[in-house]
């Protein structure tokens, strides 16, 4: 990975409390390796619970202070209404295609 070049998962099915306990357990490891911005496709995330969206916030604030940001591809209406409701929606970048997300990447700011 570059300098710029981000880390990209695939979210796919339920993102209960194992689920994203496990992910963050690798997205912690794997940016311990090579610090880099992250994209997560959330195309196939069908469920997430308070735990993961908590998971996400603190993956967000852990990249903020290098600097790198969390990125989340296409969330499904149902899960961006999820974010939207926890206020979530506000501090996450949601991004609708990995182009969008890419190029929030490059400018290193949110998109408006």
Do not use: F, W
Request: proline residues 6%.
């Amino acid at each position: 990975m570059g300098t710029n070049e981000p880390l990209v998962m695939v979210l796919r099915g339920t993102l209960n409390a194992s689920e994203s306990t496990a992910l963050e357990q690798d997205l912690i490891k794997r940016l311990e390796r090579t610090p880099a911005p992250v994209i997560l496709h959330c195309e196939g995330l069908h469920y997430l619970n308070s735990h993961a969206a908590g998971i996400l916030v603190h993956a967000q604030q852990l990249l903020a202070r290098c600097n790198m940001g969390l990125h989340l591809l296409a969330p499904p209406p149902t899960i961006l209404y999820i974010l939207e409701c926890a206020g979530l929606a506000a501090i996450l970048e949601i991004h609708e295609t990995e182009d969008d997300a890419r190029a929030a990447i490059s400018r290193g700011t949110k998109q408006p």
